[in-house]
């Protein structure tokens, strides 16, 4: 049996984050670690939660070896392996310039920017290869305003029918052979 041994400070950080946490993975790990300050089993305490038990050791042991963090930084993520998000900071300031001139200036046959075409000139301009979606999510962040272009067929001048021969012509065209 696993028992965790927190001070009264500790415990009352363990309690402040189970009702303030900043994500759901911080709040179910404060949860664990308070439960089992309180002597429940891991066992019942990974099926509260619904996770292995394997999960709860590991947040335990996760949460010991930090003794020199606060407690919020205790029952954080840690670090991941992989490739870092390249585009999050990058483009950001780059579109949100890019949104205030207009597209034609720049070569492009459309008035209004669509995610696509940012990803293109991200591409030929700042040789920045992003998906679409990475274009779409730093739109949102920045709170533009995204706009479908509006594609307009030609108009009909208000004289039209003069040019075809009026709405007269029209109709004695129609109406077939006369006897």
């Known amino acids: 049996m696993v028992r965790v041994q927190l001070t009264d400070e500790e415990l009352e950080g363990v309690r402040d984050l189970v009702v303030h946490a900043d994500s ?67 483009i950001d300031p780059i579109i949100a310039d890019l949104v205030d001139t207009y597209p034609r200036d720049l070569g492009f046959r459309q008035t209004v920017w669509t995610a696509e075409a940012i990803a293109v000139h991200l591409k030929r301009t700042h040789r920045i290869d992003v998906s679409v979606q990475s274009v779409r999510l730093a739109i949102d962040r920045l709170g533009v305003a995204r706009k479908r272009p509006r594609h307009q067929l030609a108009l009909r001048s208000k004289t039209w029918r003069q040019a075809k021969g009026g709405s007269k012509g029209a109709s004695t065209a129609d109406s077939g052979p006369s006897s």
């Open 24 to 90: 759901a993975r911080q709040l179910r790990r404060a949860q664990a670690i308070f439960w089992l300050s309180q002597g429940v089993s891991v066992q019942e305490v990974a099926e509260r939660l619904c996770v292995p038990r394997a999960t709860v050791y590991t947040w335990v042991n996760r949460f010991e070896g930090r003794a020199d963090l606060d407690i919020a930084q205790r029952l954080t993520d840690a670090a991941r392996c992989g490739r870092p998000r390249t585009a999050l900071g990058v």
